[in-house]
């Protein structure tokens, strides 16, 4: 158990549905990560934040959002989802901002879009 | 920008015998490097980490791994393949300054009975 998690599990919605889901860091982490694992295209970096600022962005589509809270737990918002955006979502959490600070990854929830 | 490869999508070996699964890096900095697996169905898992102190790093469940500046590699190595070491298995290269964790494509081990 990595200490981070991630809420919900699993999650099956319909085209052009938005949802959101939830990870709350690690006691004392900092910096929350998200991810985006699929067959085709393997793990992806979306954003992070750290200490509730955007920090880096990476291949994260317009429809994607995200935040941190004051509590330091992060929500990924999706919208207008489309079928290609069933994936594995993985959040990560770090104390620091980057190397050489590792990075703990949550569970996952599987998202699937029908 | 720094960039990872793994040279091997799929490694498959018997269980008793060696795992060497490859990973060579480019990175501007002084790089920190990662190993971590992933179980089917699983969240990602750290294996073991350099951050430019010993070279030779240890990590759980009987891995190791060698950075070695000079052929920019950090392969990661275990004497012994057990059935539960299957999984996939991602090396990550992180900058020390500022810039962000970049993961190899992965490796897929298959241990055989």
Same mark, same amino acid.
């Given at each position: 158990?990595?200490?981070v998690t991630q809420t919900p599990k699993h999650l099956i919605t319909a085209t052009g549905q938005r949802v959101t889901l939830r990870c709350s860091p690690r006691s004392g982490d900092l ?84 | ?14 269980? +008793? ?9 480019? #990175?501007?900095? &002084?790089?920190? $490097?990662?190993?971590?697996?992933? *179980? ?18 240890? +990590? ?9 500046? #000079?052929?920019? &590699?950090?392969? $990661?190595?275990?004497?012994?393949? *057990? ?31």
């Amino acid at each position: 158990d990595s200490g981070v998690t991630q809420t919900p599990k699993h999650l099956i919605t319909a085209t052009g549905q938005r949802v959101t889901l939830r990870c709350s860091p690690r006691s004392g982490d900092l910096s929350v990560y998200w991810y985006q694992q699929s067959l085709d295209q393997g793990l992806q970096f979306l954003i992070q934040y750290y200490n509730g600022e955007e920090r880096a962005k990476g291949n994260i589509l317009e429809r994607f959002s995200a935040q941190q809270f004051p509590d330091l737990h992060s929500e990924l918002n999706l919208s207008s989802l489309e079928l290609g955006d069933s994936a594995l979502y993985f959040c990560a959490s770090s104390v620091g901002a980057q190397a050489p600070y590792e990075q703990y990854f949550g569970p996952g929830t599987r998202l699937t879009v029908t | 920008a720094q960039s990872v490869t793994q040279l091997d999508s799929h490694v498959s070996v018997s269980e +008793g015998t060696p795992v060497l699964l490859r990973c060579n890096y480019s #990175s501007s900095y &002084s790089p920190s $490097l990662f190993w971590y697996v992933q *179980h089917p169905n699983k969240g990602l898992q750290l294996l073991l980490k350099y951050t430019s102190a010993a070279t030779l790093v240890k +990590g759980i469940n009987g891995f190791e791994a060698e950075f070695k500046k #000079s052929e920019t &590699s950090f392969h $990661l190595t275990k004497p012994s393949a *057990h059935m539960s070491d299957a999984a996939e298995y991602f090396c990550v290269v992180g900058d020390n300054y500022g810039q962000n964790f970049v993961f190899g494509p992965g490796t897929r081990l298959s241990v055989l009975p």
